[in-house]
């Protein structure tokens, strides 16, 4: 088995709260040591050694909400097309999405993801399950034997399930099976017909809103009944200051709840749609800048627990559209750590509270072995320059889909290389 040794980095490891200069020490698949105690040890004969000055490691990022298109969209993207779009991105684990075609709501669906994944991904791919039958909100799926299969965790993704005694009953199976529960909240009845948040913005374009009411009603729910069956409750995606108050008051009252936030609600707000511009129709919608701030404070408070890239592939075919016609969703894991690092260079999250929400903390929540340089643990890791500017350009996405909202801007801190089980999947 090879050894590497990365020399004279600066170690970010949230799992033990270290930011200092050291090494990492990889053997084989796993970490052997790491931090400023590694940096003396000297090496074993034969070892490559790398010399990381002026460069950052921290544990691979685990993305804990991407949604991809295998089965039944391969057109948009594949297990296989999306892994290599992560690697490029330092996200060494994924959660998948169940929303494919079929959806991932039987056991076969979730050994399919499995087996796809070890035979043609660089990165780990981790399957969540529907919480509901076909996604349809009425009857619940096998939470037992689906657990066993290998599903972390249970959602139905893009849609909301209506019915309160579905989610009541789910969080109660969920609970008895160690399982979260992850949610993204709408009523669709307030969202109606709404394209874009709610407000003076949407009045000047001329399309119907969405109020942030449509998102907190539901999540209120939600929480009331996360106090009441003791289940693990997950809000997916949160965006409005709102939501983030009432996911800190279920904490205060000891409700076993946590939230994400997608790294576009922390970057972009609703003016960056501009003039019709369907990339930046997405779901939640991009809220207001008061929200935004909201979401930021939320991160580095801790009331939000996790950043996800929310990677969402759409072709031409579904985003060359008028706006109102359009889909939902942009693509994210390429650009997940460098959009995050804007927080960080403009001194708004400390960079160990960033990497937490993007690695150590998604891999607790989930349950995952992955998330730290821990000697012992998975050489999943990523080398980054902190300071490298790069420019996102359509022609250097991995991703079969080029729906980014971050088509052209300027990012700071770029991903040198990302290792996974002790194997470079990704280098520049």
Not at 5 to 14: E, G, K, L, T
Not at 251 to 267: C, E, Q, R, W, Y
Not at 359 to 385: I, M, N, R
Request: glycine share 8%; proline share 4%; hydrophobic share 40%.
């Amino acid at each position: 088995m090879s050894v590497t040794v990365f020399q004279n980095a600066r170690i970010v490891d949230p799992s033990r709260g270290i930011d200092e200069i050291g090494s990492v020490i990889v053997d084989g698949k796993t970490i052997a040591a790491t931090g400023a105690a590694a940096l003396n040890q000297g090496a074993p004969e034969g070892a490559k050694i790398v010399d990381c000055t002026g460069k950052t490691i921290i544990p691979g990022l685990v993305d804990g909400c991407v949604f991809i298109g295998e089965p039944g969209a391969e057109h948009r993207e594949t297990i296989a097309s999306a892994s290599l779009a992560a690697a490029a991105g330092g996200v060494t684990s994924v959660v998948m999405m169940p929303d494919t075609d079929p959806v991932i709501d039987n056991v076969a669906l979730v050994e399919f993801v499995l087996r796809t994944a070890r035979d043609t991904a660089h990165v780990n791919v981790f399957p969540a399950a529907a919480v509901t039958k076909g996604l349809e909100g009425r009857e619940m799926t096998e939470f037992g034997l689906l657990r066993e299969a290998g599903a972390v965790a249970f959602t139905d993704g893009r849609h909301t399930i209506a019915n309160s005694l579905t989610m009541r009953r789910a969080l109660t199976y969920a609970r008895d099976f160690g399982a979260v529960i992850a949610h993204e909240t709408r009523d669709p009845h307030l969202a109606g017909s709404g394209v874009m948040n709610e407000g003076l913005y949407a009045s000047w374009l001329g399309l119907s809103g969405i109020p942030r009411e449509a998102e907190l009603i539901p999540l209120e729910r939600d929480l009331s009944l996360a106090r009441l069956t003791r289940g693990r409750y997950h809000a997916s995606k949160i965006s409005t200051g709102l939501s983030a108050n009432a996911v800190a008051r279920a904490k205060a009252d000891g409700a076993n709840v946590s939230a994400g936030v997608s790294i576009n609600h922390l970057s972009l707000n609703e003016n960056d749609i501009g003039e019709y511009r369907t990339f930046f129709k997405l779901s939640p919608p991009l809220r207001t800048e008061d929200d935004r701030q909201a979401m930021i404070e939320a991160v580095r408070n801790g009331t939000i627990d996790i950043v996800v890239s929310s990677h969402d592939p759409q072709d031409v075919d579904t985003k060359r559209l008028p706006f109102s016609d359009a889909a939902d969703g942009a693509i994210g894991l390429e650009t997940l750590l460098g959009a995050a690092l804007r927080l960080y260079h403009n001194d708004e999250i400390p960079l160990l509270r960033l990497i937490e929400v993007l690695s150590t903390a998604p891999a607790k929540l989930f349950g995952l072995p992955v998330g730290t340089l821990k000697p012992g643990a998975s050489a999943d890791l990523a080398v980054v320059d902190l300071n490298e500017p790069w420019i996102v350009q359509e022609q250097n996405i991995r991703s079969r889909s080029k729906n980014t909202c971050f088509e052209s801007a300027r990012l700071q801190g770029r991903v040198l290389q990302t290792m996974v089980s002790g194997r470079t999947v990704f280098s520049v």
